[in-house]
């Protein structure tokens, strides 16, 4: 017999009724839920009242911390006036028109126009179509393969998970697409050969990238997708004059850049965008996340002329732009967006960034010679803490024994949340964080490191 919803505990509900993502289901089965009840700034609060400061930003999105009222007021006036409206078939509204008259304002490059979406992932898949719709334009009907990088993470519709270069997003899903081409991943502390330098490495990356667009023929290669720094294939920061590299590669053989600026933009890097803080002249501009500072679904995409142009005249011949979605820039949405990007604005969240980023790199920085303290890497307020085995030979740990899932479960304990992607531990805190809460969650995660050191000890 099953017993009613109020005689069952909160964990025994959630385990009969959700099958959660990106979650180990048997082991769900035998922990159970952390149930978050609300948020107040960096922090976050369990059903039994426990805090947690929230090292990740939920997922690298809640810029501006819980309880930002602004946004609640946006939302609500919002959903009063208009709750609902689309864009399709020449409708409009006017907070779509606001989020990409600002958009395009904020462009490190000039943009010609913001098409307006409900996720990450969307935005990405979106670009995906505008890259062969613009071949099939521009009579082109072979230039159509897209490169991305091991470890990157562009999403996980079909097509986006194909763009990802993670095993765990491929495996029994049958993918990737055998059409997506793999670029290596810009880790210089992984990927760099010894004795090389930094520049050299990039200049190989950008060799073997070339050498790759010409065993596939130029003419069938249409884009290049990267984040900025990669986030969750480990927060990956590529050395200074890794793109600048890569670009002239790209320029040289017509091929188009798309940023993904779903973790990047905002300001998460110390500019507005991170293809500012590296160098990058993308074509199209994907970013979701910070836009509405997570507290609403809301993402977009900012194309340039050479990708609107063939878009359009194609259409026009064609009859629509058959492509979008029911909740593309659902106006709430791009109403809370607005109001974000208007309070990053008025309260220089950049300035406040670069004032407080030190604090954190530089606390990080010292870990590094902790025994168990591969790498610190990190810029802005975006970073990792790879942990390893032997340091001196960068040996990793064994993966079955789950050290770095074992540090975030102590940060849990001691009222931290963060996230580990294999043993590289990743912190994106809320873009508002003061110096003061920065120094308690080093301290916080410190303790972590010191518990998860000590049950290393004891496996050893
Ligand atoms: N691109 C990047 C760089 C991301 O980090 C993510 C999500 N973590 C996505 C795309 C996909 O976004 P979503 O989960 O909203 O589909």
């Known amino acids: 017999m099953t017993s009613t919803p109020t005689n069952r505990t909160t964990a025994e509900r959630d385990i009969e009724s959700l099958l959660h993502p990106y979650t180990n289901p048997i082991r769900h089965q035998e922990i159970g839920p952390l149930v978050i009840a609300r948020g107040q700034g960096v922090r976050v609060f369990d059903d039994t ?36 409206y689309h864009l399709f078939g020449h409708k409009s509204h006017d907070p779509a028109i606001a989020l990409g008259e600002r958009l395009l304002a904020l462009a490190p490059v000039p943009m010609a126009r913001a098409f307006l979406t409900g996720s990450g992932s969307e935005a990405n898949d979106t670009a995906l179509k505008m890259i062969r719709y613009r071949a099939n334009a521009l009579g082109q009907p072979n230039k159509k393969k897209v490169i991305a990088r091991d470890r990157a993470y562009h999403g996980v519709t079909i097509a986006t998970s ?42 190989r990356l950008a060799e073997e990238l070339e050498a790759m667009i010409l065993a596939e023929g130029p003419e069938t290669v249409a884009a290049f997708f990267a984040e900025p720094v990669m986030g969750a294939g480990g927060v990956v920061v590529p050395p200074a004059d890794y793109f600048p590299k890569i670009q002239a590669v790209l320029d040289k053989y017509d091929i188009l850049l798309v940023a993904d600026e779903v973790i990047c933009g905002f300001g998460r890097t110390g500019k507005m965008f991170g293809s500012e803080t590296f160098g990058m002249r993308p074509d199209i501009m994907t970013m979701a996340k910070g836009l509405s500072s997570g507290y609403l679904p809301i993402s977009a995409l900012l194309i340039n002329e050479r990708v609107l142009a063939p878009i359009v005249a194609e259409a026009g011949r064609i009859g629509t732009f058959g492509h979008g979605y029911t909740y ?13 990007l208007k309070i990053y604005a008025e309260r220089d969240i950049l300035s406040h960034v670069a004032q407080v980023a030190p604090v954190l790199q530089d606390g990080l920085r010292g870990f590094a010679n902790h025994p168990m303290v591969g790498e610190v890497r990190g810029i802005g307020l975006i970073a990792a803490v790879e942990l390893v085995a032997d340091k001196e030979t960068k040996t990793p740990f064994d993966p079955s024994w789950g050290v770095g899932a074992t540090l975030v479960a102590r940060a849990q ?41 000590a049950w290393v000890a004891e496996r050893r």
């Open 162 to 203: 194909s763009l990802t270069g993670l095993a765990v997003n491929h495996r029994s899903f049958d993918l990737p697409d055998p059409a997506v081409l793999r670029a290596a991943c810009p880790h210089y502390y992984r990927g760099g050969r010894p004795g090389e330098s930094e520049e050299a490495f990039s200049t």
């Open 328 to 340: 593309g820039g659902h106006p709430v949405s791009a109403a809370v967006a607005v109001e974000t």
């Open 49 to 84: 009242g426990k805090d947690y400061i929230e090292g990740l930003a939920g997922l690298w999105c809640t810029a501006l911390g819980w309880g930002e009222e602004r946004l609640v007021a946006a939302a609500a006036e919002q959903m009063r006036t208009l709750p609902f």
């Open 413 to 453: 304990d001691h009222g931290l949340i963060l996230r580990a992607m294999g043993d590289s531990i990743a912190f994106s805190p809320p873009l508002i964080i003061t110096a003061d809460e920065i120094s308690e969650m080093l301290y916080r995660f410190a303790l972590a490191l010191a518990d998860t050191a």
